[in-house]
C-alpha cells in the first residue's frame, strides 16, 4: 500500500503470531479497497512475528508485555494512526474475500455510524461448538443497533477515529473492550452496524486450557461493565446445557457425532466454569501485574526431556529468558545424533562418572532464528539466522585463556552436559557462541554445521602430525566407518586433494560417494595395511584389530564415541612407532570454517529422513536402523512464504 496520507489505518494486535499472520498479511495485500496503512502492535513476542510483519511493509509498534490489556494495545495502534477510520482485526484471522476491507469501512461513512463489525466464521482447525456459536452469533443479515441493544467484536471491526480521539478503549479491562465501547456510543444515540459480507475466518488453534482463559478474562471484564454478575449465573448454566444438547444434535445432522462429541462436552464446560469462576472472583486477578499477564500470555513452549535413562518425554515446558549476554533461538532444525541415544540409554561417559546428570533436554546439532536479545548482545539481531557451538568453556580460568577450552572445568555442551539442547522449540545460548548463518546456506543444512565442525578440527590434527610424520607424501587415508562423521570426513579429505579409502559394513552408506578421490574399500584386511586412519565408528575391536595389524609409523585419528572397555597392548603403539590422536567436540574457528565450506558439500544424502520433533521416537528408530545416512528433527518449519510481502 503506497498512500503517504491513507483513508484508513488497518491495526493488529500480535503475540507468538508466526503461523497465521502471513495468510492474514497476504489477504490484505490483495484487497481491492488500498486506501490504507498497517501497524503492528507486538506485545513481546519471541518467535518470528516481528519478522513477519516487517516483511510485508506493516508499521511495527513494540510494547512490554506487562503493560498488555487489550485496550491498551489498541490505544497505543490508533495513537500512531494516520487514517480517520480505524479497521482492527486480530492477526489469527484471514478475510473471507478481497473486498472485505472496503465493505467494513463503508458504513463508517455515515455520520451516525460510531463502529462496524464484521461477520466471523471456523475452518476446519476450529472446535465444533465455537463453529455453531459464530453461526448463531453471526447471520447473514446486516443489523444497526442502537442503545440498549449494542454488541462489536474487535477480532473483526472498524471504528471512526475522531470519536476514539474523545473515548479510547478502556485498558483496566480484561477484555471487551469492543463491547464497553460500543455501549459508551450508543448510549450517546450513534449506531452500531453489523456487515455480514465483511466475513473473516476467526481460527482459534487453542488448547482447552487456553479456551478457559479465554472465556475466564471476558466473564471478568463482563462483571466489571456490569453485563453479568452472580444473579447471572443459573441462567448462564441452563444456557450452555441447551447449548450442548443443540451441538450434539447437529453434530448428528453433520454425522460428525462421534468425533465431536468429546470436544463439544469439553467446550461448554469450559466456557461454563470460566465464567462461572470469572464472575465470581475474576475482579482480584486483575489487581496485580502478574495476575493479569496470566489471562493474556502463554509462556510454554516444547521440549523432550530426557528425565533418567529409557524415560523420555514431549512436553510443555517454560520458554526461557535470556539474560544480557545471552540470546533466545527460535530452532528450526535438529539433528540426531549417536550420542542422543547414549544419553537416552545412560551409556555416555560423563553421565557414569558424574559430570553430567538427569534431566536435561538432548541436541547439539542445530540450526534456528535469533527471536530475543540480550541486552549486552551487539553483534546479533533478531530475525538473525544462526547455528550454535555445543561446547561452552567459561572463557576466564587459565585453560581458557590457553586456548585449551576442553580443559576448562566450567565447561558445558549443549544438549550434552549442563546445558539443556535442540530437542526444544527455543534453546538460550550465550552470544559468543553464536555464529550467523551465510545467505547461500539454507536451515536444513546449516544444522549439519556442528558435525563437519568437528571433522574439521579432528582433520586439521591428523594433517599436521602427517606433514611432521610423514612430509607430505602421497599416502592414502583410511576412514573407518561412513555414518555422518565419516562421510564428512572422507569428503573433507578429498576437498584437500587426499586420497581417500572408505570402509563400511552398510553398503547403502557408501553409495553415497561419487567422488573419484574417494575409493570404496569392503575388506578390512586389505585396509589394515595402509598407515593413516581415522576411525570414526568408536567400535573398540575394530580400533583393536587396526592398531595390530597396521604397520610401523601408522597415525590414528580417533572421531568415534564411546569406545567401551577394551584391552590394548601398548608396546605394539611403542616399538612401532605409531600414533594416537584424540579430538573431541570443535572451537570457534572450526564453526566459522564449516559454514564457508558446508555450502560446496553436496549434502542431500544427510537430508532424506527428515521427521517432526513430535516423532522424535520414530527418528531414533530410524537413526538405529541406518537406512538413512542422517536423521534430521524439524522442530519449527523455515518454510515461510512471504512472496506477497511488501505491499506497502
Known amino acids: 500500500m503506497k498512500t503517504v496520507h491513507p483513508e484508513t489505518s488497518i491495526v493488529i494486535r500480535t503475540f507468538n503470531e508466526e503461523s497465521s499472520l502471513p495468510a492474514l498479511m497476504k489477504a490484505i495485500a490483495t484487497q481491492t479497497y488500498q486506501d490504507f496503512e498497517t501497524l503492528v502492535v507486538d506485545s513481546g513476542s519471541y518467535d518470528r512475528t516481528t519478522l513477519i510483519a516487517q516483511e510485508f511493509g506493516a508499521r511495527l509498534i513494540k510494547i512490554n508485555s506487562e503493560d498488555f490489556t487489550f485496550g491498551y494495545s489498541l490505544n497505543v495502534g490508533i495513537k500512531n494512526a494516520n487514517g480517520k477510520y480505524i479497521v482492527i482485526v486480530s492477526a489469527h ?65 472498524a471504528i471512526n477515529k475522531n470519536l476514539w480521539e474523545e473515548h479510547p478503549f478502556d485498558e483496566s479491562l480484561a477484555g471487551l473492550e469492543d463491547l464497553e465501547w460500543a455501549q459508551h456510543w450508543t448510549h450517546r444515540d450513534y449506531k452500531i452496524v453489523y456487515e455480514p459480507q ?42 450452555e446445557i441447551s447449548l450442548t444438547l443443540r451441538d450434539v444434535v447437529r453434530s448428528l445432522r453433520d454425522r460428525v457425532a462421534l468425533k465431536s462429541f468429546y470436544p463439544i462436552l469439553a467446550y461448554r464446560t469450559m466456557k461454563y466454569l470460566a465464567t462461572f469462576m470469572g464472575i465470581v472472583k475474576g475482579k482480584m486477578t486483575v489487581t496485580n501485574v502478574e495476575g493479569r499477564q496470566s489471562l493474556y500470555f502463554s509462556n510454554k513452549s516444547s521440549a523432550v526431556i530426557f528425565h533418567e535413562p529409557g524415560r523420555a518425554t514431549i512436553e510443555q515446558v517454560d520458554t526461557p529468558t535470556p539474560n544480557p549476554s545471552e540470546v533466545l533461538i527460535k530452532v528450526a532444525y535438529e539433528g540426531v545424533c549417536g550420542t542422543d541415544l547414549e544419553i537416552y540409554h545412560g551409556n ?32 546479533l539481531e533478531e530475525g538473525d539466522r544462526v547455528v550454535v557451538e555445543c561446547i561452552q568453556s567459561c572463557g576466564k580460568c587459565s585453560q581458557c585463556k590457553n586456548n585449551n577450552w576442553i580443559a576448562c572445568e566450567q565447561r558445558k555442551e549443549v ?95 557408501l553409495e553415497c560417494f561419487s567422488d573419484p578421490l574417494i575409493e570404496i ?41 564411546p569406545y567401551s572397555r577394551r584391552e590394548f597392548d601398548f608396546q605394539n603403539i611403542v616399538a612401532f612407532d605409531k600414533t594416537i590422536i ?14 564457508e565450506i558446508l555450502p560446496g558439500i553436496d549434502t542431500e544424502p544427510f537430508l532424506q529422513n527428515i521427521i517432526p520433533l513430535s516423532d522424535f521416537e520414530k527418528a531414533w528408530e530410524s537413526c538405529k ?22 505491499h506497502e
Open 198 to 239: 465483511a466475513g473473516i475466518y476467526h481460527i482459534h488453534d487453542e488448547s482447552w486450557r487456553q479456551v478457559y482463559r479465554r472465556f475466564f478474562r471476558e466473564a471478568v471484564a463482563a462483571h466489571i461493565i456490569g453485563i453479568k454478575n452472580t444473579v447471572h449465573i443459573p441462567g448462564i448454566f441452563f444456557d
Open 415 to 509: 544438549g550434552v552436559m549442563r546445558l539443556n539442547g535442540g530437542y526444544a522449540e527455543y534453546i538460550v545460548t550465550p552470544a559468543r557462541f553464536v555464529h550467523k548463518i551465510p545467505e547461500k546456506l539454507d536451515m536444513k543444512k546449516a544444522a549439519l554445521c556442528e558435525p563437519l565442525a568437528v571433522v574439521i578440527k579432528g582433520v586439521k590434527k591428523l594433517e599436521k602430525v602427517v606433514a611432521d610424520v610423514n612430509g607430505e607424501g602421497n599416502k592414502k587415508y583410511v576412514v573407518i566407518g561412513a555414518g555422518p562423521i565419516g562421510h564428512f570426513c572422507a569428503k573433507l579429505l578429498a576437498m584437500n586433494n587426499k586420497k581417500v579409502l572408505v570402509f563400511d559394513r552398510h553398503s547403502k552408506r
Open 625 to 646: 536402523q541406518g537406512q538413512y545416512l542422517k536423521t534430521i528433527l524439524e522442530v519449527n518449519s523455515d518454510q515461510y512464504d512471504l512472496s506477497g510481502a511488501g
Open 93 to 157: 484471522t484471514e478475510p473471507l474475500d478481497d473486498t472485505w476491507l472496503e465493505k467494513l469501512i463503508a458504513p463508517l461513512k455515515r455520520s451516525d455510524v460510531a463502529m462496524t463489525y464484521g461477520k466471523q466464521v471456523g475452518n476446519e482447525i476450529s472446535k465444533y461448538s465455537e463453529i455453531q456459536d459464530f453461526k448463531r452469533t453471526y447471520g447473514n443479515e446486516p443489523l444497526e443497533l442502537t442503545n440498549g441493544s449494542y454488541f462489536a467484536n474487535n477480532a473483526n471491526s
Open 521 to 561: 574399500e569392503p575388506d578390512l584386511e586389505k585396509i589394515c595395511q595402509e598407515s593413516i586412519f581415522v576411525e570414526a565408528t568408536g567400535d573398540p575391536n575394530i580400533l583393536h584389530k587396526l592398531v595390530e595389524g597396521s604397520p610401523a609409523g601408522s597415525i590414528f585419528l580417533l572421531l568415534g564415541l
Open 582 to 595: 584424540g579430538s573431541v567436540g570443535s572451537s570457534f574457528d572450526d564453526f566459522d570454517a564449516a559454514l
Open 348 to 379: 555416555l561417559g560423563y553421565y557414569k562418572n558424574g559430570m553430567a546428570s538427569y534431566p536435561i533436554v538432548p541436541g547439539h546439532e542445530l540450526s534456528g532464528w535469533v527471536t530475543r536479545v540480550g541486552a549486552n548482545v551487539k553483534d
